[in-house]
C-alpha cells in the first residue's frame, strides 16, 4: 500500500505529459481541418456577393439553378464539415488553463502555416504564405458572422474577414 501511495505523484506527472502530448498532437492534427475551415469561407463569400447577380438572372430567364447560391451553400457545408473535424481532432481543451490553451492554439496554427510553407518556399516571396494566412482567418471570421444572420457586407467588413486582412498585406518595397 505505501509504495502505491507514494507513487500517484509521479503518476500524475507522467498521466500529465502524455496528456499534453496528446492534445499537442491533437491541435496539430486540426490545423488541417482549421485551415480547411477558414478557406472555404473564401467561396463562401464570392457566392454570396456573385449570388446578386445570378438569382435575378435564374428567377428572369427560368434557369434551374442560381451559380451563386449553389457556390455558397456547398461552400457553407463544406465550412461546417471541416469545422467539426477540427474541433473533434482539437478534442476537448475546457478543463486547462489559458496558458496551456494558447500554447495548443499555437500549435494549430503551426500546423496551418507550415501547409502553407512548400509553397511559399518555392515561389521565393512571403505572399503564398500571407494570403493563405488572411484568406483562412478571414474566410473563418466571414463565415462566423454569416452563421449569425448578418449580411454579407456587414460580414465581409468585420475585423478578421478577407477584406479587413487582405488590407494588411505589405506592400513589396522592391517591385521586381
Known sequence: MAVGHDDIE???AIEK???????????LAASLWSTSEGLWGVPRA???????????LADAT??????????????????HYAGQWAAWAR?????????????????????GNLLLAPITIA???PTPMLV??????GGKSYGEARD???SPVTSLTLEGSPVAEVGRLPQRANKD
Open 132 to 137: 493563405g494566412m488572411s484568406g483562412s482567418a
Open 17 to 27: 505529459t502524455f496528456d499534453v502530448l496528446k492534445r499537442s498532437g491533437g491541435s
Open 123 to 125: 515561389s521565393g516571396t
Open 91 to 111: 478534442g476537448d481543451n475546457s478543463k486547462v488553463g489559458g496558458f496551456e490553451n494558447s500554447v495548443y492554439q499555437g500549435f494549430e496554427s503551426l500546423g
Open 62 to 79: 427560368g434557369l434551374p439553378v442560381d451559380l451563386g447560391g449553389a457556390i455558397s451553400e456547398y461552400a457553407k457545408k463544406e465550412q
Open 148 to 150: 449569425k444572420n448578418l
Open 10 to 12: 509521479n503518476l500524475s
Open 46 to 56: 464570392a457566392g454570396d456577393f456573385l449570388q446578386g447577380v445570378t438569382k435575378p
